[in-house]
């Protein structure tokens, strides 16, 4: 397999033409005739990652967030990201990153959200594209019974890879739950369709003071905010699955390294 084998498969299931306009997708570092025998899964290009790639030997990195978000003018290798690019060229890893584009796949990071937290039977997206009602951003789901916006929420920090963030709820713990949706990484921008949706819990990450404050003035549903790699997190694994099932002969691993940005709390 080379590089621009993997690229293929992961490409036809995260094609970069679905990414946002402001996004960077695609191949950051390497060469596509390399041959790919190890691919590691992260969610971050951070030091940690790209450390656990060079002890395990690992030949391409996958991640979900861009190393290079906005333009650059360098990659000296006394900067964080520049170092980050001399270790992976020194030692001939490459950097893959699938973003906005992994996040509107069916399935994609809100699926695999979806089911950490234990949703169950159809997943329809909280914000589908206009041309393809399966894709879009969040889905929609239930649980396997109705409960408690307070069991929802031990539930799904269950669920979720444990961060010093943990979760947070805005609501009446005796809520009672049944239809939820859920939004991998940040979810201001789907607080009104998660109103429209007419869930009863909304699950996402880095909601902000002022908009889930008015949220739940205006009789929204219920509110639970996750650390940002946790509910990213859980995608990993599906994503590793499409080379892992696909008849290619590369090993895969997905990093339990904790790259949230928030190391405790008191």
């Known amino acids: 397999m080379t590089l621009a084998d993997v690229i293929k498969k992961l490409e036809r299931a995260y094609p970069p033409g679905r990414a946002e306009s402001w996004d960077a997708v695609g191949l950051v570092c390497g060469d596509p005739a390399q041959p790919v025998r190890r691919v590691l899964f992260a969610v971050d290009p951070v030091s940690v990652v790209v450390e656990e790639a060079v002890e395990w030997g690992a030949d391409l990195i996958?991640?979900?967030?861009?190393?290079?978000?906005?333009?650059?003018?360098?990659?000296?290798?006394?900067?964080?990201?520049?170092?980050?690019?001399?270790?992976?060229?020194?030692?001939?890893?490459?950097?893959?990153?699938?973003?906005?584009?992994?996040?509107?796949?069916?399935?994609g990071v809100s699926d695999a959200l979806a089911r950490a937290v234990g949703l169950v039977g159809d997943l329809v997206p909280l914000q589908p594209f206009p041309d393809d009602p399966w894709r879009g951003l969040g889905r929609v789901g239930e649980l396997p019974e109705e409960t408690t916006l307070e069991r929802f929420a031990l539930r799904a920090a269950a669920g979720l890879p444990k961060t010093a963030w943990g979760i947070r709820v805005a609501g009446d713990p005796a809520r009672r739950?049944?239809?939820?949706?859920?939004?991998?990484?940040?979810?201001?921008?789907?607080l009104g369709a998660a109103r429209a949706a007419g869930v009863d819990v909304f699950l996402t990450a880095?909601?902000?003071?002022?908009?889930?404050s008015e949220f739940a003035e205006e009789g929204g549903p219920a509110l639970i905010d996750a650390a940002h790699w946790a509910t990213e997190w859980p995608w990993l694994a599906?994503?590793?699955?499409?080379?892992?099932?696909?008849?290619?002969?590369?090993?895969?691993?997905?990093?339990?390294?904790?790259?949230?940005a928030w190391t405790r709390g008191y």
Do not use: C, M, Q, W
């Open 62 to 107: 996958v991640v979900h967030h861009p190393l290079y978000l906005r333009g650059t003018t360098t990659v000296a290798a006394d900067t964080p990201k520049g170092r980050i690019v001399h270790t992976l060229i020194k030692h001939d890893i490459a950097l893959y990153t699938a973003h906005t584009n992994a996040d509107v796949a069916n399935p």
């Open 177 to 190: 739950v049944f239809r939820v949706a859920v939004s991998g990484g940040a979810g201001d921008s789907l």
């Open 206 to 212: 880095d909601l902000r003071h002022h908009p889930a």
């Open 238 to 260: 599906g994503a590793a699955s499409i080379l892992d099932t696909s008849g290619v002969t590369v090993e895969t691993r997905v990093s339990a390294a904790v790259t949230d």
